[in-house]
Protein backbone atom coordinates (compact mmCIF):
# COMPACT_ATOMS: atom_id res chain seq x y z
CA UNK A 1 0.00 0.00 0.00
CA UNK A 2 2.81 2.60 0.89
CA UNK A 3 4.09 2.33 -2.88
CA UNK A 4 0.85 3.08 -4.35
CA UNK A 5 0.61 5.84 -2.84
CA UNK A 6 3.26 8.10 -4.38
CA UNK A 7 1.90 6.63 -8.00
CA UNK A 8 -1.07 7.87 -7.08
CA UNK A 9 0.39 11.26 -6.25
CA UNK A 10 2.39 11.56 -9.17
CA UNK A 11 -0.96 9.92 -11.34
CA UNK A 12 -2.38 12.95 -9.53
CA UNK A 13 0.00 15.60 -10.07
CA UNK A 14 0.11 14.74 -13.48
CA UNK A 15 -3.69 14.69 -14.24
CA UNK A 16 -3.77 18.01 -12.43
CA UNK A 17 -1.36 20.10 -15.07
CA UNK A 18 -2.75 18.49 -17.65
CA UNK A 19 -5.87 19.62 -17.38
CA UNK A 20 -4.95 22.71 -16.62
CA UNK A 21 -2.73 22.69 -19.52
CA UNK A 22 -5.50 21.76 -21.82
CA UNK A 23 -7.99 24.43 -20.20
CA UNK A 24 -5.41 27.19 -20.42
CA UNK A 25 -5.00 25.86 -24.20
CA UNK A 26 -8.96 26.18 -24.70
CA UNK A 27 -9.39 29.29 -23.12
CA UNK A 28 -6.14 31.12 -25.51
CA UNK A 29 -7.77 29.66 -28.31
CA UNK A 30 -10.80 31.53 -27.94
CA UNK A 31 -9.19 35.16 -28.46
CA UNK A 32 -8.21 35.92 -31.79
CA UNK A 33 -5.19 37.59 -32.68
CA UNK A 34 -6.53 40.90 -34.26
CA UNK A 35 -8.66 40.87 -30.62
CA UNK A 36 -5.51 40.25 -28.68
CA UNK A 37 -3.88 43.37 -30.22
CA UNK A 38 -7.18 45.47 -29.42
CA UNK A 39 -6.84 44.15 -26.31
CA UNK A 40 -3.28 44.83 -26.01
CA UNK A 41 -3.72 48.85 -27.30
CA UNK A 42 -6.21 48.40 -24.30
CA UNK A 43 -4.33 47.52 -21.31
CA UNK A 44 -0.96 49.71 -22.28
CA UNK A 45 -4.02 52.57 -22.13
CA UNK A 46 -4.58 51.65 -19.00
CA UNK A 47 -1.51 51.38 -17.54
CA UNK A 48 -0.49 55.65 -19.18
CA UNK A 49 -3.63 56.28 -17.10
CA UNK A 50 -2.62 54.13 -14.01
CA UNK A 51 0.97 55.76 -13.97
CA UNK A 52 -0.35 59.11 -14.38
CA UNK A 53 -2.47 58.98 -11.75
CA UNK A 54 0.39 57.20 -9.40
CA UNK A 55 2.76 60.21 -10.46
CA UNK A 56 0.32 62.69 -9.39
CA UNK A 57 -0.19 60.86 -6.17
CA UNK A 58 3.42 60.50 -5.44
CA UNK A 59 3.65 64.56 -6.11
CA UNK A 60 1.07 64.67 -3.75
CA UNK A 61 2.19 62.81 -0.74
CA UNK A 62 5.76 63.00 -1.31
CA UNK A 63 5.78 64.61 2.46
CA UNK A 64 3.81 61.86 3.74
CA UNK A 65 5.25 58.05 2.97
CA UNK A 66 2.86 56.23 5.01
CA UNK A 67 0.21 58.32 3.38
CA UNK A 68 1.40 57.86 -0.35
CA UNK A 69 1.94 53.81 0.37
CA UNK A 70 -2.10 53.57 1.23
CA UNK A 71 -3.12 55.96 -1.68
CA UNK A 72 -1.00 53.76 -4.17
CA UNK A 73 -2.57 50.62 -2.39
CA UNK A 74 -5.71 52.12 -3.13
CA UNK A 75 -5.25 52.87 -6.42
CA UNK A 76 -3.17 49.87 -7.48
CA UNK A 77 -6.71 47.45 -6.57
CA UNK A 78 -8.94 50.14 -8.16
CA UNK A 79 -6.37 49.68 -11.67
CA UNK A 80 -6.55 46.12 -10.98
CA UNK A 81 -10.25 45.87 -10.94
CA UNK A 82 -10.44 48.00 -14.02
CA UNK A 83 -7.91 45.29 -15.71
CA UNK A 84 -9.70 42.30 -14.41
CA UNK A 85 -12.81 44.25 -16.11
CA UNK A 86 -11.14 45.01 -19.41
CA UNK A 87 -9.86 41.80 -19.87
CA UNK A 88 -13.27 40.11 -18.65
CA UNK A 89 -14.88 42.47 -21.86
CA UNK A 90 -12.67 40.01 -23.89
CA UNK A 91 -13.51 36.99 -22.09
CA UNK A 92 -10.11 36.20 -21.10
CA UNK A 93 -8.13 35.56 -17.51
CA UNK A 94 -5.44 38.18 -17.07
CA UNK A 95 -2.60 34.83 -17.24
CA UNK A 96 -4.25 33.89 -20.87
CA UNK A 97 -3.18 37.56 -21.83
CA UNK A 98 -0.10 36.81 -20.23
CA UNK A 99 0.74 34.15 -22.23
CA UNK A 100 -1.17 34.55 -25.70
CA UNK A 101 2.46 35.94 -27.12
CA UNK A 102 4.26 33.82 -26.39
CA UNK A 103 1.98 30.98 -27.63
CA UNK A 104 1.28 33.01 -30.81
CA UNK A 105 3.96 35.06 -31.64
CA UNK A 106 4.28 34.00 -35.40
CA UNK A 107 0.65 35.08 -36.00
CA UNK A 108 0.85 38.05 -34.06
CA UNK A 109 3.60 39.45 -36.00
CA UNK A 110 2.51 38.21 -39.21
CA UNK A 111 -0.45 40.20 -38.63
CA UNK A 112 1.18 43.20 -37.23
CA UNK A 113 3.13 42.72 -40.41
CA UNK A 114 -0.23 43.38 -42.61
CA UNK A 115 -1.20 45.77 -40.17
CA UNK A 116 1.37 48.55 -39.60
CA UNK A 117 -0.89 50.89 -37.86
CA UNK A 118 -1.91 48.98 -35.34
CA UNK A 119 1.75 47.91 -34.80
CA UNK A 120 3.07 51.75 -34.77
CA UNK A 121 -0.23 52.41 -31.82
CA UNK A 122 1.42 49.52 -30.14
CA UNK A 123 4.83 50.60 -30.56
CA UNK A 124 4.02 54.66 -29.60
CA UNK A 125 1.98 53.51 -26.17
CA UNK A 126 4.93 50.97 -25.16
CA UNK A 127 6.89 54.23 -25.22
CA UNK A 128 4.75 56.01 -23.33
CA UNK A 129 3.63 53.79 -20.67
CA UNK A 130 8.12 52.73 -20.58
CA UNK A 131 8.53 57.00 -20.51
CA UNK A 132 5.77 57.09 -17.46
CA UNK A 133 6.92 54.00 -15.55
CA UNK A 134 10.52 56.12 -15.60
CA UNK A 135 9.16 59.12 -14.90
CA UNK A 136 7.37 57.35 -11.67
CA UNK A 137 9.97 55.50 -10.49
CA UNK A 138 12.55 58.66 -10.63
CA UNK A 139 9.94 60.68 -8.96
CA UNK A 140 9.69 58.13 -6.31
CA UNK A 141 12.98 57.75 -5.88
CA UNK A 142 13.30 61.24 -4.82
Known amino acids: MKGLRPRMVAVLFVFIIGSFLLIHTKACAEISVESYCQLCIEVMQQEIAHFQELILLVNQYKSDPALLRE ?21 VKGSEYAFFMGKHEREVNAYLEKHSP ?8 SG ?9 ENQKGR
Not at 79 to 88: H, M
Not at 118 to 125: F, H, P, Y
Not at 128 to 133: C, G, K
Open 128 to 136: EVNSLLEEY
Open 71 to 91: EENNKQNEFQEARDSLFDSFG
Open 118 to 125: VRQEIDRL
